[in-house]
């Protein structure tokens, strides 16, 4: 799969609520991270899904609670994503920053290369320690 594959598949799965795929596309912090920033809203209006953000990522069912709701959720609303591919940087032969927009709104992703296969991977754009 292509950089640009990766990027319109991981906008797809959202919309989809599809975070088995999305789960595929992204290192595991990162994909941890988004499921933190999607249900960011929820958790702020229910405590037992706050406490659930808390624990997934030691607790393998809430994991699998947290990704059934927000599932459920991005399900529910209709998304539509206008990308479109403006340049891409090296950052070394493992990481790769693609810089696109979004509904005409400048983005940038961020991509390892983990076991031969480009990963979402949205500490990738730091510095790497020597």
Do not use: C
Request: glycine share 4%.
């Amino acid at each position: 799969m292509t950089l640009i594959e990766s990027l319109e598949s991981y906008y797809e799965s959202i919309d989809a609520g599809d975070l088995l795929r999305l789960s595929t596309l992204m290192t595991r912090e990162s994909y941890l991270m988004s499921l933190n920033s999607l249900g960011f809203k929820k958790a702020f209006q229910d405590e037992s899904f706050r406490r659930l953000l808390k624990e997934m990522e030691k607790d393998s069912k809430a994991l699998l609670e947290v990704e059934e709701i927000l599932s459920l959720e991005l399900r529910g609303e209709s998304r539509k994503y206008d990308i479109e591919t403006l340049l891409y940087e090296s950052k070394g032969s493992d990481r790769v920053t693609l810089r696109y927009s979004q509904d005409e709104n400048p983005k940038k992703i961020h991509f390892s290369n983990q076991e031969g296969v480009w990963k979402i991977d949205f500490k990738a754009g730091r510095k790497k320690d020597l």
